[in-house]
């Protein structure tokens, strides 16, 4: 599938550019904003705290208006509420203000980002689904880097008035840019073994227990990074700014998306996960150890290849594991609990900062990404050795499975694996074990 050859995959690519232009404008710029306001560091990670609370308010109704008023709809509302809120910043003079319009920004977030994951998941299939999210993808981070770079720029200069009126006008042409976008047909979905569950027992399946638990730590980790990196970098060096680090950020997240997401689908989800974690972590310690500029561009690149392999690999296995049916209820719920981790980041490493100091939150981020590992390596099968056996097994045409020994067809390891179904009873595995032994999540 091209992106420049379907017409609906184009425009969400430019409206998500957009959009995600005008919100990570406010990354740099806002905490300092507050700061300047005489909010404390903890009273500012609750006004920023005050967007995942919207967000997270808004995901059920997102849910349900995916299914009950279409994908196409529901982008289209969130857009417009992203407009409307980006308006309402330059009314707000003081803190609380400002925390009643994050809140009310988070429920465009909310609609926007939900709709356009469920809507590429509709669009695509099993084998193409992680190259798909990982080019259109790139868009995220496009604007994760035009964002801020432009927002630290134009803050010392113009103020923040300025900063806000040009969020908006980038909104504004995000809305634009979903004219064209169509509303996927539904698909005739005939139910395979274990594909009849009820939206309760999916709920239970380890492909999306363990991505939720994974992203939720994920979640704390970026809240640390958003919420009070400006401030972090104004303490260690008054001559970095964030703005730098997240433009560093944002091209390494395009160069690594397409290898990122061709790599899950052809050697599988697990591995590249585990590595881009790995990354992650390795960017957090350049942080904590950051004094200049060089260890920050470091610590950027770092990170954006981590954060730009793990997030739409994690997307991709979980939407592995959902029908057309039941993906808007899947999905509203595990980016709630997303939000629900940059909900708790934000009053977690604030109370860390005023009680322990703002230089000690990313060795403390470094050490809750180790107990997401854990939980990954020991979690994602029903024991640890089948874990790390489906982590590392291969995957492709061709291939022998190193979870069930048998030989990987066109729907790679059909037999036991990627989707997340069991053994048929009737097959044995190629090293004569009883395939009725169940090899994913239970």
Known sequence: MSLLTNKTLFGLFWATLFVFTSFTAFFPVLPLYLQ??????FLIGVVMGAFPIGVLAFRPPVGWFLS???????????TSVLLLSTLLYPLAGNALSVLVVRFFHGLGIAA????SIVLISDLTTFENRGSVMGVLGIANYIGFGIGPYLASRIYPVFGIQTVFFTAAGFVLLGLIALIRIEEPEMKQHFPQQGESATVRQLFRHRYIVVPSLFVLIAALVQGSVINFLPIYLKARNPHLDAGSFFLVFSFSVIVIRIIAGKAADLHGRGI??????????????ALSLTKGPVLLMLAGALYGAGYGSQQPTLTALVADNTTFQNRSII???????FDMGMLI????FGAIADQLGILHIYPISFAVYLIGVFIFLTQIQSTVHRSIRWIFSSRGVGKTCRICFNQIGVDPCHLCGHRGGYVASSIKTGAGADSTDKVHGE
């Open 36 to 41: 300047n306001l005489g909010a404390s560091n």
């Open 68 to 78: 009950h008023k279409g994908r196409r709809w529901t982008l289209r509302m969130g």
């Open 112 to 115: 926007f980002t939900t709709a």
């Open 272 to 285: 590249v996960i585990l590595s881009a974690t790995l990354l992650l972590m390795g960017s957090l310690t």
């Open 331 to 337: 999905f509203s719920a595990y980016y709630a609990v």
């Open 345 to 348: 980041s934000g009053y977690l």
